[in-house]
């Protein structure tokens, strides 16, 4: 019988971390396949997965491709398959397809700096791409995380985000003043024209909400990024994941398949259905 691209794999969830409670609660789900499989993927790319008998959703592969054992998704729930998801406990079963997309062109940033901006559960991709870097720091220049989210318990990967600072530059943001809080406070787009990373030699990956990613691509350009510098990723709906249901088009794009990745100077002529 010929392979059927909607069937996917069986996924046995090994660890599951609280990342945000309350209302926009995000979990980290750590998992690994029940049988031996060739999945292999590369920063950037997203999975889809399944909870069975509520349905499918799209889900960017938050661990580093480096890191064979598991797979790691990072989930904000939202409706009726997050949901589900956020029900389930360790031991259970979840359906996982793809790798999907095309992923951050890791080969092409080789001996640059790097400087990853993040806000809110947008650090999940940019959480993959990151710890690829890292696990090969000698092949790049410097790397500089800026994140930001609402409050300091809407940041995700915060324990980790602690040790991260051991190694590279970390810059964090809330919206509001805070007691506690001693970073900068205001939105993720101000907070990178206070840090003013240098365009020279530099690549700048973003991700997070549209209109967050709207104002850093602004500024970036004001400190004199160009747009083959600027990468980022969308996130249309998607129902397939594999170019066939045309639900995630821009223009003659398919984001399943063209994206989720792209550089501002290919984003920026298509048309802006994202
Ligand atoms: C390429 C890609 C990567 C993604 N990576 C992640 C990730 O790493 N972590 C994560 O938490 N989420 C991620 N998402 C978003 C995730 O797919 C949706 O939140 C999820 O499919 C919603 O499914 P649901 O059944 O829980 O919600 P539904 O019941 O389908 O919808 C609930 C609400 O969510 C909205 N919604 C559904 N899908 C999307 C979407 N794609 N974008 C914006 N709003 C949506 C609906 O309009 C509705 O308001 C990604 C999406 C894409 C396309
Ligand atoms: S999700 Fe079906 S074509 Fe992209």
């Not at 926009?24 to 997203?46: A, L, P, V, W, Y």
């Not at 223009?251 to 989720?260: A, E, F, I, S």
Request: aromatic share 10%.
């Amino acid at each position: 019988m010929d392979h059927n691209a909607y069937i996917p794999k069986l996924a046995k969830i090994i660890e599951i971390t609280e990342e945000v409670s309350g209302e926009r609660s995000i979990k980290t789900f750590m998992t690994e396949f029940i049988h031996k499989n060739d999945f292999s993927f590369c920063s950037g790319q997203c999975a889809m997965l399944s909870v069975f008998g509520k349905g499918e959703s799209m889900i960017s592969i938050s661990s580093s491709p480096l890191i064979k054992d598991y797979l790691q998704f990072s989930i904000l729930k939202m409706g009726r398959v997050t949901s589900a998801l956020h029900e389930m406990e360790v031991g259970n079963i979840i359906g996982i397809r793809g790798p999907y997309g095309n992923g951050f062109p890791m080969e092409d940033w080789k001996g640059k700096n790097l400087i990853f901006i993040g806000g809110g559960i947008g650090l999940a991709p940019i959480w993959s791409v990151l710890h690829s870097a890292l696990g090969k720091k000698e092949d790049y220049g410097d790397l500089t995380l800026i994140y930001g989210a609402r409050t300091s318990k809407d940041l995700v990967f915060k324990k980790e985000l602690e040790g991260l600072r051991k190694k590279i530059k970390v810059h964090l943001s809330v919206d509001m003043e805070e007691p506690e809080w001693k970073e900068f406070v205001g939105f993720v787009p101000v907070n990178v024209l206070d840090k003013k990373p240098s365009p020279d030699n530099a690549i700048s990956i973003t991700c997070g909400p549209p209109i967050m990613i709207k104002f850093v691509i602004k500024n970036l350009k004001d400190l004199g990024f160009k747009d083959e510098q600027i990468y980022t990723t969308i996130e249309n709906k998607m129902k397939c994941g594999i170019g066939k249901c045309g639900r995630c088009n821009i223009g003659m794009h398919y984001v399943c398949k063209d994206g989720p990745v792209y550089s501002w100077a290919e984003l920026k002529n298509l048309p802006q259905e994202y």
